[in-house]
């Protein structure tokens, strides 16, 4: 992979270009006159009744919130005045986010949270790092729609900023995420995502490495790897496979619509699949988010979730693999996470899983 160019925004932080073969970036300085980055402006709090941190960012009550097309922040801004991509055109970009819940870490400050048996109120500053990944410079655009090429370059920045937030202190998990749709949440409605170097395991990622480790321990056998192994056993619940990754709605779905996408070996991050295995991946995951937009007469609402372990330590059970997810039951009804799934954790579906995966391979391409 060609390294991406390097720039940096009026405020000092990180920007990264990533161009397709035959482009190069062109980046033109960065004119705005933004106040200064307060880093760790944030804190993590200890809560005791669930053994989990908690992000708390105040300063992203000022994030910028559903701009007008002609005001979009990630569209490009070839006067260097406005957008935070100074560019007359790009690919593919990643920049630090402007309002984070996490910033600070670099890879020359030591960072450890403090015990979590300490007495009192527990807190630290909110160490890690944010960054916005932005799938193409066409407002109208949506990840579903790029080419396959395009859809591997992407593949390739998550990668790039993987290792890199991965060889910064502190930083203990590394999460690729993109929410789509309104109903989701968005703000912005310009094709991106996310990435966020966690300075801590976040607690489904701890819950699921606990059943791992479980796992090893009385089989011998790594728990992802023989899940595929039983869904594509089963089959009737597989939407999409090749030689290289495998997607299928799981057995015990929690949401509307969800679908998980595994390599057919064991990875723990983006970072060990090779050049086929990317090709491969960003081939079936176009694949999945097409079924998503052809499921019902409008585009799906979505979250994609990459799930990234170290394989070390505590996350030596880890496999690399993404879960997408979509509240929409039905062609005109959402579903809501109210008191049993908000407040007990307990999920209730509407649907068969079987009946889901049948769906979805009704709409393949």
Excluded at 202 to 211: E, K
Excluded at 273 to 299: Q, S
């Amino acid at each position: 992979m060609t390294e991406p160019l390097h720039w940096t925004l009026a405020d000092g932080r990180d920007e990264f270009f990533f161009a397709l073969p035959g482009h190069s970036a062109s980046p033109v300085p960065d004119r705005r006159p933004l106040p200064p980055r307060v880093e760790k402006s944030s804190q993590v709090r200890f809560d005791r009744q669930t053994g989990q941190w908690v992000i708390i960012a105040a300063l992203r009550q000022d994030r910028t919130y559903k701009p007008p097309p002609d005001q979009c922040p990630l569209c490009p801004g070839p006067s260097g005045d406005r957008s935070e991509i100074p560019a007359p055109a790009y690919d593919v970009v990643v920049f630090e986010n402007r309002f984070p819940s996490l910033s600070g870490a670099d890879a020359h400050t030591p960072f450890a949270l403090p015990d979590e048996d300490g007495g009192g109120f527990i807190a630290a500053p909110g160490h890690g790092r944010c960054e916005v990944i932005c799938f193409s410079s066409d407002h109208d655009a949506s990840f579903a729609q790029l080419s396959p090429s395009h859809a591997r370059l992407v593949v390739d920045a998550w990668q790039h900023r993987t290792a890199d937030m991965l060889s910064r202190n502190g930083i203990e998990q590394v999460f690729c995420f993109e929410n789509r749709g309104e109903d989701i949440g968005v703000t912005l409605t310009h094709p991106h995502g996310q990435i966020y170097g966690y300075p801590f395991l976040t607690p489904r990622t701890a819950t699921v490495l606990r059943q791992a480790d479980a796992h090893h321990r009385r089989t011998g056998g790594n728990m992802f790897a023989d899940i595929l192994a039983t869904e594509v056993a089963d089959g009737s619940r597989v939407i999409a496979r090749n030689d290289w990754f495998t997607a299928f709605v799981p057995f015990a779905a929690r949401w509307p619509v969800e679908v998980h996408v595994y390599p057919n070996r064991l990875v723990p991050n983006l970072i060990g699949l090779t050049d086929a295995e990317r090709d491969a991946f960003a081939e079936i995951y176009l694949d999945v988010l097409g079924r998503f937009d052809r499921l019902y007469p409008t585009p799906l609402p979505y979250i994609s979730a990459l799930h990234q372990y170290t394989g070390v330590g505590a996350q030596r059970e880890g496999y690399f693999h993404v879960e997408l997810m979509s509240i929409r039951r039905s062609a005109t009804k959402l579903k809501f996470l109210a008191g049993s799934e908000s407040a007990m954790d307990a999920y209730i579906s509407d649907v068969t899983p079987e009946a889901v995966a049948q769906r979805l391979r009704e709409v393949a391409p």
